[in-house]
C-alpha cells in the first residue's frame, strides 16, 4: 500500500482478514498526535489500518496515545 515505509507481513495481514471474515472484534489501533497538525502517526496497528482500507472500511477503533 502506498504511505507504508516498510513491507506489511503477509501472516499477519492473514489473520486480520480472517477476523474481519468471521467478524471477530480487532483491538483498537494506538495512534499520536502528529506535531502540531491534525494528522496522527500510527504507532501500532498499521497492518489493521491496511487491511481496513482494502476492505473500504472508512472507520477503525483507535486510541489515542
Not at 9 to 36: C, F
Amino acid at each position: 500500500l502506498p504511505g507504508f515505509t516498510t513491507p506489511l507481513q503477509q501472516h499477519k495481514i492473514g489473520k486480520i482478514s480472517e477476523s474481519y471474515e468471521n467478524e471477530t472484534p480487532l483491538p483498537p489501533v494506538s495512534l499520536k498526535r502528529y506535531g502540531k497538525t491534525s494528522y496522527f502517526q500510527i504507532m501500532d496497528g498499521r497492518h489493521r489500518v491496511a487491511m481496513a482500507i482494502c476492505k473500504g472500511k472508512d472507520k477503525i477503533n483507535g486510541v489515542i496515545v
